[in-house]
Structure formats: structure tokens, C-alpha cells
């Protein structure tokens, strides 16, 4: 979605126009095969008498945005240049260091996370297009008026697939205004972008305070929606309110999103036996021996273990303060280069005493490993990219839940004892688990359902506006062909004094062009990179 104003009328439009308000009451709509619009004149009176009536106001609000305009023409020609630079090898650099600075420069790392997104977010994303293109061109329009000039109409369009809108202008009343008036209706839509997005993160950043009376933030996330594929759909139902994970308590949305992107990264990165296994590093149970003697040996098969189905892998790690067992009648043998590989009921390990560095934040003022001398450590033993994870919530089901209060429930020392606080144990790939669980920071403060959704909607609505309106912002800052960038650079090269105007329209044609074709190689360079 992109928003633009169009400039050079004046080959079908009336060139008697003059600065007084008009009705255009005939617009000729165009349809083809590849190009449709619409066009509409009934906001051009308004617009342009409240221009008008606050024209001192409105020069000087735009005047500040043909500084940030300028500004960021300067920062994307730097970052395009750069990526070139990247692209055609003038120098050695990291290509994800290309691929995250694209995806700034055109918007898409803000906006859409990997190529993950819902039909809510496709309904989001529309109004949130429309919002953030109907500011751009109404900054267009209010500084034209506030030099005089009524705009002619309002089009939206779609030109193939890829749908806009745009402010139409006579070109000669354009080109009778200095170039500082010029300035400040090019550079209007740019600059109403970037306040939209002030708007937005500040409205994100208050939204806690204004909805304090009615839910609770940052004191645990609440499950809204779990998606019936979700391998935690027979866990978790709308209402729970996550507690910890893996024993660290967590307060809100970010905090469930980092560990478990932490986890997916330990369970890519740490391997134990060849490139197929991995144990989950430091975070082990202390098992009785008496339960070890009952479980079964693991034979290993290659780099695989045989396990059967409803028994987990778990092998042992070695603790210099671990007590070692009396006699050797056990079979559990710690070997500091690996350890006993068993087959273990996770049921029967998930209350039991923790060992390990895993549960450090929780265990900070023990030892890494202690265990009395009846029990050994086992780790869990999973397959590469697998986690396991131990996830801490409370339900709301119970009736004597619900009035115990959240504050009450989280902070209950006898967790393990209360019926309102439930553990299980996740093992698998986190980030999937992760999308397909829908989460909000956000309490509501009374048992109604009814509003749970509201803040969270609320909150991706401005996240929505706020990274459409800044890509805005953004495109329309490139030094390319028919956006706002184009008409700024054709001004700006008009200062050039001590150049000929045809070697002005000659360094304005190599610039645009430039800039046009490095877009597309960096457009094309960042789709590939997210495809393959």
C-alpha cells in the first residue's frame, strides 16, 4: 500500500485555475485491465477553508517536517547506498546484517514476523492502511491549502495488484509557489506519517494507564486463544494466566516470547551424542534410585535412542558436589563424559527437587547439582531443535480460583499444593507452540469475558498503524520514481545554482534511477532471503 500526490496535470487539466475554492463536479473515473480508480472532490471545500483559516499554524507545523523530511532522504540514500555496496561486493559484510537493515529501510521486519500471518492480521492491516494513507494525503492536501492551493480531488486506485491513493494538483499554480512552499507540500505526507507514529507509540505507552481501572498489566499473560491444533490445546484454555516457565516467573507478553525464543536457540545450538541428540543443558530432576532401578535402559541405535512411547530419555550429569552411592549394587554409574541414559515417566520426575544450572534464577543460592545421596540427576535427552519446557498456570475454572484473586494465586509459596496452579511439561518445538497460543498481557480486573479481547486488539491495532505509517514514511522518503521522493530530490537539485539546468535534470535522472533500481535489487534481495 502506498500513498502519493500527483504533480504534472497540466497536459488535460485547465490551466485558468485560480487560488479561489471550486467544485469539480465531473470526475472521470479510469478503468483497464491493469489500472482502476476512483476519484472524489467532496473534501475539497472543507479542507481548503480550514487551510486557509489556519495557514500561519500550519506553515510552521509543516516547515518542522521539511527538516525530518530531508533528514531521512539523507538516511535511505546512506542505507541504500550501503546495501549496494553489499549487494554488488564492493566490500566484505555480513548478509544478515543487509537482511535486517532492508527490512528496516522498507518496513517489513516491523511489520510481519517471518512469513507467519492470520486472517485477523490481514483485517488489521487493511484499516490500518487506510488510516495511515488517508493521514499522508491529508498532510498533502492541508499544506497545499495553506498555500493558497485547493487540491483538485482524492483518488484511491489500484494499479495490477498493489492498491494506493493519491491528491491530484494543477501543475501550474505548483510551479508558481517558491520552492520552500514546494518543499512543504512534498515533504507534508512524510512528516504526517512520522507523527502518526509518534501518536501511536505514545498511545502504546499509556495505554497501561488508561485501562488501570478496568484490567491488570505485567502480572502475568492470559491465554485468550489456543489454537484446537496446538499441542497445548488439552492444557491450556482461554482465562489461564501463565506463571513461570521453566521456574522463572513471568510478567507479561515479552517475557514468554524472549525465553521461549532462548529455548529454541539452546535447542539448536547445544548437542550431546553426534548432530541428532541433544540434552536439555543443566536442567535436571533429583531422581530416587529406587525409581531409577525401576526404569529401563535406553540402547541406542545409531545416533537415536529406543524409548517407547510414553517414557522420556533422560541420562545423567555429573556433579562435583554430587554424594556418589554407597555400594555397587545400583546400576546408575556417573560418568563424568556422559552419564546413564534411562527411560523415565516425565509424570513421575515434574515434582521432584531440580538440579542443574538450568534453574539457576531460581536456585541462585545453591549449589549447581545437589542432590542428597539417595537420588541421582537426571537431564532429559531430546532430538535437536526440541525443548522441553516446564510450564507453570493458574485456571480460572474452580470457583474458589476465581476468588482467590490473581495476586493471591501467584503468590503462593505452596504452588506445588494448590489446586488453582497447574504444571506441565512441553517437549517439542517452541516457536511453533509459541504461535499457536494467542496472549495479551492483560487481566481484566472482573470474571467478564466479554472485554478480555479489547486490549490486545487495541494494542495490535496501534502496533499495526504504527509500522504501516512508518514504511509510509519511509517509501515514500526514497529517492525514486513517482513517490513523494522524487518530486523533494527534483527541489532540492534546484538549488544547485552553480550548475546548468540541463546538467541539474541530468544528475536529477541519474539519481532517481539510481535510487529506483537499487529499491528493486533490495526488494528482490530481501524476498529471496526470506524465502530460502
Not at 490445546?233 to 482465562?239: Q, V
Not at 541421582?376 to 484473586?405: K, N, R
Amino acid at each position: 500500500m502506498e500513498g502519493r500526490r500527483i504533480r504534472r496535470f497540466s497536459r488535460w487539466q485547465r490551466s485558468n485555475e485560480t487560488l479561489l475554492p471550486m467544485r469539480i463536479n465531473r470526475l472521470s473515473n479510469t478503468i483497464s485491465c491493469w489500472y482502476c480508480d476512483y476519484k472524489s472532490s467532496i473534501l475539497n471545500e472543507p479542507l481548503f477553508h480550514f487551510g486557509r483559516r489556519y495557514s500561519r499554524c500550519l506553515k510552521a507545523w509543516f516547515s518542522m517536517g521539511v527538516g525530518f523530511s530531508l533528514a531521512m532522504l539523507a538516511a535511505v540514500t546512506m542505507i541504500l547506498l550501503y546495501e549496494i555496496g553489499q549487494i554488488l561486493c564492493l566490500y566484505y559484510g555480513n548478509i544478515q546484517m543487509s537482511y535486517v537493515m532492508s527490512g528496516y529501510l522498507f518496513g517489513f521486519s516491523s511489520m510481519i514476523s517471518g512469513l507467519t500471518i492470520s486472517l485477523a492480521d490481514i483485517g488489521y492491516l487493511c484499516i490500518s492502511s487506510i488510516i495511515s494513507v488517508s493521514v499522508h494525503e491529508l498532510g498533502h492536501a492541508l499544506a497545499a491549502a495553506s498555500e493558497g492551493i485547493q487540491m483538485e480531488y482524492i483518488a484511491v486506485f489500484l494499479a495490477a495488484l498493489f492498491p494506493g491513493a493519491l491528491v491530484a494538483f494543477n501543475h501550474e499554480l505548483l510551479l508558481a509557489l517558491s520552492k520552500v512552499s514546494a518543499l512543504r507540500i512534498y515533504c507534508a505526507g512524510v512528516w504526517h506519517n512520522a507523527a502518526l507514529c509518534a501518536v501511536c507509540a505514545w498511545a502504546l505507552f499509556v495505554q497501561p494507564l488508561i485501562l488501570y481501572p478496568f484490567y491488570i498489566h505485567d502480572e502475568g499473560p492470559m491465554v485468550l486463544d489456543v489454537s484446537p491444533t496446538s499441542p497445548l490445546s488439552g492444557y491450556l484454555s482461554p482465562g489461564d494466566v501463565i506463571i513461570s516457565l521453566d521456574g522463572i516467573r513471568i510478567n507479561n507478553l515479552q517475557e514468554w516470547s524472549q525465553l521461549l525464543t532462548e529455548h529454541h536457540q539452546n535447542s539448536q545450538n547445544h548437542s550431546l551424542l553426534g548432530n541428532s541428540m541433544q540434552r536439555s543443558v543443566g536442567k535436571g530432576y533429583c531422581v530416587p534410585y529406587s525409581l531409577v532401578e525401576e526404569s529401563k535402559h535406553i540402547s541406542l541405535k545409531g545416533n537415536e535412542t529406543s524409548c517407547p512411547d510414553e517414557l522420556s530419555p533422560f541420562i545423567t550429569i555429573p556433579c562435583l558436589d554430587q554424594a556418589m552411592p554407597d555400594g555397587d549394587n545400583l546400576e546408575v554409574n556417573h560418568q563424568r563424559d556422559g552419564g546413564e541414559l534411562r527411560c523415565l515417566y516425565a509424570t513421575d520426575i515434574l515434582n521432584l527437587e531440580k538440579c542443574g544450572d538450568g534453574w539457576d534464577r531460581i536456585h541462585s543460592n545453591r549449589s549447581s547439582c545437589l542432590c542428597s545421596k539417595d537420588k541421582a540427576c537426571f537431564v532429559p535427552l531430546l532430538s535437536t531443535g526440541v525443548a522441553w519446557v516446564e510450564i507453570t498456570y493458574s485456571s480460572p475454572s474452580p470457583m474458589q480460583c476465581s476468588q482467590l484473586g490473581t495476586m493471591h494465586v501467584l503468590g503462593d509459596d505452596n504452588s506445588r499444593e494448590n489446586p488453582c496452579v497447574k504444571t506441565f511439561v512441553f517437549v517439542g518445538d517452541v516457536i511453533s507452540m509459541k504461535h499457536s497460543v494467542l496472549l495479551t498481557s492483560y487481566q481484566p480486573r472482573w470474571s467478564a469475558k466479554f472485554g478480555a479481547h479489547l486490549p490486545y486488539v487495541v494494542e495490535k491495532f496501534l502496533m499495526f498503524t504504527f509500522n504501516v505509517s512508518l514504511t509510509l514514511a519511509l517509501l515514500n522518503s526514497l529517492p525514486v520514481y513517482f513517490l513523494d521522493g522524487e518530486a523533494i530530490s527534483e527541489v532540492i537539485i534546484h538549488y544547485l545554482r552553480f550548475l546548468s539546468s540541463r546538467r541539474r535534470r541530468t544528475i536529477l535522472q541519474y539519481f532517481l534511477l539510481g535510487g529506483t533500481i537499487a529499491s528493486i535489487l533490495i526488494v528482490f534481495l530481501h524476498v529471496f532471503l526470506v524465502l530460502f
